[in-house]
């Protein structure tokens, strides 16, 4: 494997690098959090709205991870 010389901004680019991924590692998870609050703030209303016993709260939230999961496999 051969490699870029270093030169006198290599360490500038990598720190460039490295904050670049940095932010889009913290946007996506902003993201991710929004859209699953999102979801979470849906699931609850639904709850209430239907007034929904406990178990039938469970399946419901377990039926929306069994959804989500499917959705993430059919992406790959």
Do not use: W
Not at 10 to 33: H, M, S, W, Y
Not at 34 to 43: G, I, N, Q, S
Not at 49 to 60: C, F, N, R, V
Request: glycine letters at 2%; one cysteine or more; a negative charge.
């Amino acid at each position: 494997m051969t490699t870029a010389p270093k030169t006198p901004k290599t360490p500038e680019l990598t720190r460039q690098l490295f904050v670049t991924i940095n932010d889009a590692k913290r946007d996506l998870r902003r993201g991710l959090c929004d859209v699953f609050t999102a979801k979470l703030e849906r699931l609850a209303a639904h709850i209430r709205s239907d007034d929904l016993s406990a178990s039938e709260a469970a399946d419901l939230l377990r039926d929306e991870a069994e959804y989500m999961r499917e959705q993430m496999r059919e992406e790959l």
